[in-house]
Each structure stands twice: as structure tokens, then as C-alpha cells.
């Protein structure tokens, strides 16, 4: 290899790696930048020539191969689904994130860049907390909702479902870098305060009851992991606590929590609401995936043969783009091995966990537990911010842990013992004083 060639390869990984910083810094605030961004990672990833040099290391995440054999699958799916072309490419596109990563974890082998990407995005929805606050007060160019005042939906970035998503993973990732030892004083209860902020602004100055699950159940899976013995018992019983306070003190809470309980009774009227959609989806998804459970209707399909199974006025329309469940969407369209590698898929972090450190095995962990909760009620690989969040954040999190693992130091073969002088004979010695 020429000197230039190096120097170039060089380059392109250094640029490559600044913008996937961007990357993480730009998708929960502003996607078109995202885009852009992330095709220039993909260009200069591959001029740098790491991806293939690194393969033998990537390949041992089982991440990667269900990423790829979930896309492998979707393209066999075009072979027999009776999906329009438009439908077919739109699907291939919004899944073809999943190729991302094994580009991604073939360039982020250095920790010091998987910290710049963490922190970047940190960054970022710190700077939607803030403004989530700041929107109380002033109505902000910038904000999706302009209502000021507590107690109000404050939907800074897109919807507040992806918000309150992003927001969810935030406030765990707050809580462990509030754990560090190594952290000074201040930091850690900076970062304290960030998790506080960032739940009460999903409790409290939000409408999405996505959040309210997904929170509870990330909160839940951390400080089990994060605690042992009576702590954990005294965690588990203050967040017990925080819900009680929360259902006084949250009038949001209370009239989304009840609104929803009336929404999933009536849920047989065919009534177009959010929880009584949700219901019909899961139903009607439930019958189509019957009909064919094994292979599926193929890719793309979804939207024509829900229109075909609801006829009920304004339902084609409401419910044709996805059934809120990510589970029974790629079970409807793939099939059986669909679903299979969607839980692989899941389950990849919770394999990662298993040799990692302690607060790599916690946001690994909460990680999974959000992305397998969040996955029961949307569509968290369809939807574009939130497919991004979980491809990006799967990607580093498994990254990470892969990479560590192998930098740690392997313990050291034992060394054979020296031969130690053999003691004297003591019948010799009586003999040779005997002579």
C-alpha cells in the first residue's frame, strides 16, 4: 500500500467519524441533516476501506447478522408480495437503515469517538429539555407546539411520541453518568438533575402515554440492574413513590390515562381513536397474519390487503401505513423468520450484556427493554426519527460493547514452575556415611 493511499484511507476515516458525530448530534433536532450526513459517513466509510478491514470483527456481533438477515429477508419478500412498486421501495428504503450497521460498528472501534457520538447526542436532547422549559415561558420559533404554561403538551422536535422516546433513553443515560465514581460532584448531580427535568417533562408537559409506559418500564429494568440488596428494594419502593406523586400531581396524566381506559372499552364501536385504533390494528393485523403465518403477505404489502380487511368508513386511510406494532407488521409481512429476526434484533443487546461492564450492561439493557415496550404500540423501525434513534443507539451500544470486550486484558497464561532441587535421599546420605 502507497503512502498516499494511507494518508488517503487516513482521511476518509477521520471524516467518516466526524460525521457520524454530526450524525448523532443533528437526527432527534434536525432529520434533513441527518440524511446528509449520513451519506457522507457512508462515502467516506467506505474510501477509508475499515469496513472490510474490520470485518472479522464486526461479524462476531449478532447484531449484524440479524440486521442483515432481516433485510436479506425483505428483499425475498419482493418476489412474492402482490405490493405496488411504490409501496415495495417505500418499504425497502424506510428498513434500510438495518445495512447501517455494520458500517457503523466497523467504524467506531475507537472508544474516544463512541464517547463524541454518545456525547453529541446528549447534547442534543439537552437542547431539546431546554427548550421544552424554555416553552413554557416563551413561545419558541423553533417548537412544534406553541401553548405556553405548565401542565400544557410542550412537543419541542417532531411528535411527542418520538420525543418522549428519545427523551426515555436520555433520562437513563443521565441517571448512569450520575453513577460514575469517577464523575466530580457536581457533574454527577448535574446529571441528576438533567434525569429529573427530562422525566418530569415527559409526565408532566407532554400528552404521549407512550412515554408514560416506556419510562416506567426503562426506569424499572435500571435500577434493578444499577442496585443490589435493600437498595434495591429502597429504589424500587421510591419509584413506587414518584408514580404515586405523579398520578396526584399530573392532571395530564390523569385525564390521558382515563381518556385511554374509554377509548380501549368502546374500542368495538370502530371509533377512530388513538387507543381503540390501536386495538382494531392489532386485531385486524392479527387475522391477516392468520391467513398466512409462515411466509407472509410479502414486502410492502401491508397497506393494500389492510384496506382489503377494513372496510369500515375512514379506517383505509387511518390505519393503512402501519398497525403500531412492529412485532405483528413483520410478522403480516415476512413471516414467521421475520419476527424471529426482529427479536433477534432485540435481543442483541441483552447477548452484548452478558461480557459487558456494569454501565454498559445498564444502558444496554434499558436500551433493549425501550426498544422491545415501544415496539408493542408503534412502529419503531417504520417511523423515520424513531427508526433512527433505535438503528444509531443499537449500533453504538453494541458497538461499544463489542470493542471493549475485546480490549480487555485476557488473564495471563500460567507460567510453568521452575524446577525445584530435589531433595536429598536419606538413605544416600546414611549410606555415604556409613562408608
Known sequence: MTFALRRMQAFSESAALACLVLVFLSFPVAMALGYVAMALVLLFGLLSGRIWQRWPTVRRAPVVWAALGLYALMLVGTLYTPASHDDIVLHLSKYSKLLWVPVGIALLSDQAWRRRCMNAFALAMLFILVSVYANIFWDLPWSSTHNQGWGQNHTVIGDYITQNVMMTFFVVLAMDRGLRASAAVWQRGAWWLAAALGALSITHLSSGRTGYLLLLMALLAFFILATQGWKRWAALGLLGLGLLVVGA??????????????????????????????????????????????????????????CAQVTAEGWCAFGRWHPHNQYLFLWMENGLPGLLLFLALIGAPVWAARHAQPHQRRLLLSFAVIFAVNSLINASLWSSRESHFFVLLLILLCADALYTRRAAPQPAAPQPAAPQPAAPDPLGVAAQSLR
Do not use: C
Open 249 to 306: 400531581t399530573s392532571v395530564e396524566v390523569q385525564q390521558r390515562v382515563q381518556l385511554a381506559v374509554t377509548e380501549a372499552r368502546n374500542s368495538d364501536s370502530m371509533e377512530i381513536t388513538s387507543i381503540g385504533g390501536r386495538i382494531n390494528f392489532w386485531k385486524n393485523t392479527w387475522a391477516l397474519v392468520a391467513q398466512k403465518p409462515l411466509t407472509g403477505w410479502g414486502t410492502g404489502s401491508y397497506h393494500d390487503a389492510w
